[in-house]
């Protein structure tokens, strides 16, 4: 039984995006694990941004300095 935990910061992902890299996940696992995909669990957290840290910063005050994760 597969488990895929998937954590973010929460910044607006929408339902539609999420639901996206549940099939995405679980296909992958399905086609590369050979497993059942309705035994195969995704799990998406969503945490605020104080409680997120990189390089040393929160990752809301790497926001108001005007640093994402966006592609460029």
């Known amino acids: ?6 954590e973010l910061t929460r910044e607006g992902v ?3 995006q999420k639901q ?3 099939k995405g996940v ?5 086609n590369t ?4 995909p309705h035994l195969t669990h995704v ?3 969503e945490v605020d941004l104080d409680d997120w840290g990189y390089a040393g ?9 005007g640093i994402t ?4």
Request: charged content about 35%; aromatic content about 2%.
């Open 20 to 22: 996206t890299l549940i």
């Open 1 to 6: 039984m597969p488990y895929v935990k998937i």
């Open 14 to 16: 929408t339902r539609e």
């Open 33 to 36: 694990l050979n497993k059942d």
């Open 57 to 65: 910063e929160q990752v809301s005050v790497l926001r108001e300095k």
């Open 26 to 30: 679980t296909d992958l696992i399905v």
């Open 43 to 45: 799990v998406i957290s």
């Open 69 to 72: 994760a966006d592609k460029k």
